[in-house]
C-alpha cells in the first residue's frame, strides 16, 4: 500500500486481433456481508420464502457460468445475491460443489432441476411412471441433507413448445386421453372438450409437478423455495395454453418466476420493450394470485442497431422493476454467450448502462470496487493502455497500476479481416504478468472469458491455457465480438507493489 512500481505484463502471441485494449483491473470487496450472506439453516417447517425473500428492494442476480461470476461482477460493480444454475435428473446426485460455491461467495443458488435423462427430456407420464422417484428422492434428501436454503424448480416455461414435459408436447387440448389423478379444485374427468380445464396438456403437467414437489415434502425437505417458472407469453397461443391452466395450487408455490428476452429486430415479434415482454403477463399474474411474490428468473436483451439500443432497454428494464413492480423480489439477468448477444458485456454501452443500474440500492447486493484503465478503445483515444493498431505477436505493455494489483482484464474489440474475407475468433497463446521480481504472477490464477472454443477448429480452448505457461497451448473465443479474458490473482498471496 506504500509506493508504486511500474507493472509489466508481456501478452504472448495474439493472434487474429486487430485491436487489443488492456483493463486493469483492482478487486476491493466490501467488509459488509450481503443479506445473502447472512442466511441460516432452515432446520423448521417455517415458511422459507419469509425467511430469504426480501421485504422490499429485489436481489441482484444472474444465470452465468460460475467460473465467470467474480469477473462478472468486478464489471458490473455489484455482487450477485441470487445465482441460477441448471441440474438434469440423470446426474442422479445434487451439485453440492455449485451450491458451497454459491453459498460461500455469499449467494443464494436457484437450481433449475429439470426431468431429463441421458437422451433427452422426459415427458410428464414418463415421471408420473414412478420410474425416476428414486432419483428424485436420492436429490431430494442430498439438498436436505445440504441444509442451505435454495430457490428450487423444475420443468419450468412449460407454456412454451420446445421442452418433452411442456403442455405442447403432452397431449395439448386433448381431453380424451387423460384424466386427472387429483386437483385441488375438482375431477375433471375430461368428457366434455369445451371445458378448457380439462386438456391434457395442462393436467399432466400438474400432476407431475405435484409429484416432483411432494416427494421433497415427503423426505421432509424445509430448505427450499418452491419457484413455478413460466414463460412470459404461451406458444401455441391457444386458450387450453394459457398460463393459469398449469398452475399447481397455492400450496405448491412460493414464488413465481417469469422468464422473457427481447430477441431483436430478427427474433421473433422483432424489437421489444421491457413492458412489452413482461407487463401484461405480470399483470394477469398479480391478480389470479395476488398474495404471491415474483422473480425474473431469466431476462436480457439483444443488442440493436442503434448504438444505445440495448444499453437503453436495460436502463428502461430496471427503472420499471423499481417503480411498476415492489412484488418481484429478485431480477437475473441472462449472462451465457450463444447464438444470441444477451450477456451484459456485449457493448462497452451495454455495460456502463446496467453498471449505473444495478447501483440503485433497490438490486440488493455488495458492492464490488473495480479500478479500471480505459474501458473501450472507441470511446476514448489510443493510450498506452489500449491500442487499436494489434497485429499479432508478442506485444509487452507496461501499465502502472494502483498499490495492490488484483488482476488484469483483457478486452478484444476488433477482429482482423483475413485475405479470403473471413475472420475467425480471438486467440491468446500466453499471457505473463511480472512486478519488479521475476516470477510470473499469471500462474496459480484463474482465468475467465467471455466464450472459448470447444470444436474440430479448436479443441478445448478454455481460458486456463492462456496462463498454464505453455506457449504452445491457447485459449481461443468464438467466432464474434467483443471478448473479453479476466485473470485473477490468487486471494491468499500478496501482490503488493513497491520499489
Known amino acids: 500500500m506504500s509506493q508504486v512500481a511500474r507493472q509489466c505484463m508481456r501478452v504472448g502471441a495474439i493472434a487474429l486481433a486487430a485491436a487489443l485494449l488492456l483493463a486493469l483491473l483492482v478487486v476491493l470487496r466490501s467488509k459488509s456481508p450481503s443479506q445473502a450472506a447472512d442466511l441460516e439453516p432452515i432446520t423448521s417447517s417455517s415458511s422459507v420464502s419469509d425467511d430469504i425473500l426480501p421485504e422490499s428492494g429485489a436481489y441482484h442476480g444472474a444465470v452465468i457460468p460460475l467460473e465467470q461470476v467474480m469477473a462478472f461482477e468486478c464489471m458490473v460493480g455489484k455482487k450477485l445475491s441470487v445465482i441460477k444454475v441448471y441440474q438434469h435428473f440423470h446426474n442422479e446426485h445434487f451439485y453440492q460443489n455449485w451450491a458451497d460455491f454459491i453459498h460461500d461467495h455469499g449467494a443464494i443458488e436457484f437450481l433449475s432441476l429439470d426431468p431429463t435423462n441421458e437422451t433427452g427430456d422426459l415427458n410428464c407420464c414418463e415421471v408420473l411412471s414412478g420410474n425416476y422417484d428414486s432419483t428424485i428422492i436420492t436429490l431430494a434428501q442430498e439438498i436436505k441433507s445440504w441444509g442451505q436454503p435454495l430457490i428450487l424448480s423444475s420443468a419450468g416455461e412449460m407454456n412454451g413448445n420446445w421442452a418433452g414435459w411442456s403442455g405442447a408436447y403432452n397431449f395439448g387440448s386433448d381431453c380424451v386421453t387423460y384424466t386427472q389423478v387429483s386437483d385441488l379444485y375438482a375431477s375433471y374427468g375430461c368428457t366434455d372438450a369445451s371445458q378448457i380445464e380439462c386438456a391434457d396438456g395442462p393436467e399432466r403437467y400438474r400432476d407431475m409437478y405435484r409429484h416432483i414437489h411432494d416427494i421433497f415434502a415427503t423426505e421432509g425437505v424445509t430448505n427450499v423455495v418452491w419457484a413455478w417458472v413460466v414463460n412470459h407469453d404461451s406458444i401455441p397461443d391457444e386458450k387450453w ?8 395450487g397455492d400450496s405448491y408455490v412460493d414464488i413465481i418466476s417469469v422468464d422473457g428476452y427481447n430477441w431483436g429486430d430478427d427474433g421473433p415479434g422483432g424489437w421489444k420493450t421491457f413492458d412489452q415482454v413482461f407487463s401484461a403477463t405480470l399483470t394477469s399474474l398479480s391478480s ?40 418481484i423480489k429478485a431480477v437475473l439477468w441472462f449472462n451465457i454467450s450463444g447464438d444470441w ?3 451484459v458485456e456485449s457493448s462497452p454501452e451495454s455495460v456502463r448502462a446496467y453498471r449505473e443500474a444495478i447501483a440503485d440500492p433497490c438490486f440488493i447486493g455488495d458492492p464490488v470496487w473495480c479500478s479500471y484503465l480505459p474501458l473501450v478503445c472507441k470511446s476514448y483515444p489510443p493510450t498506452p493502455f489500449c491500442t487499436d493498431s494489434g497485429s499479432g505477436g508478442t506485444e509487452t505493455i ?35 504478468i511480472y512486478g519488479p521480481g521475476t516470477n510470473n504472477l499469471a500462474i496459480g490464477a484463474t482465468a475467465t472469458a467471455s466464450s472459448s472454443q470447444d470444436s474440430y477448429g479448436c479443441y478445448k480452448c478454455f481460458p486456463y491455457k492462456a496462463i498454464d505457461g505453455n506457449t504452445n497451448t491457447r485459449w481461443a473465443s468464438d467466432w464474434s465480438e467483443p471478448q473479453w479474458l479476466a485473470i485473477t490473482l490468487p486471494a491468499d498471496e500478496s501482490h503488493k507493489i513497491v520499489p
Open 241 to 248: 395454453n394459457q398460463i393459469d391452466n398449469y398452475y399447481p
Open 288 to 327: 389470479s394470485y395476488p398474495t404471491k411474490p415474483f422473480m425474473l428468473g431469466e431476462f436480457a436483451s439483444v443488442e440493436g442497431t442503434d448504438l444505445m439500443s440495448k444499453a437503453n432497454w436495460i436502463t428502461d428494464a430496471y427503472s420499471h422493476v423499481k417503480l411498476d413492480w415492489p412484488q
Open 341 to 343: 448477444d444477451f450477456p
Open 398 to 432: 507496461k501499465v502502472e497500476p494502483p498499490s495492490t494489483l488484483g488482476g488484469i482484464r483483457i478486452d478484444l474489440i476488433k477482429r482482423r479481416v483475413f485475405p479470403d474475407g473471413k475472420r475467425y475468433g480471438f486467440s491468446l497463446w500466453e499471457v505473463e
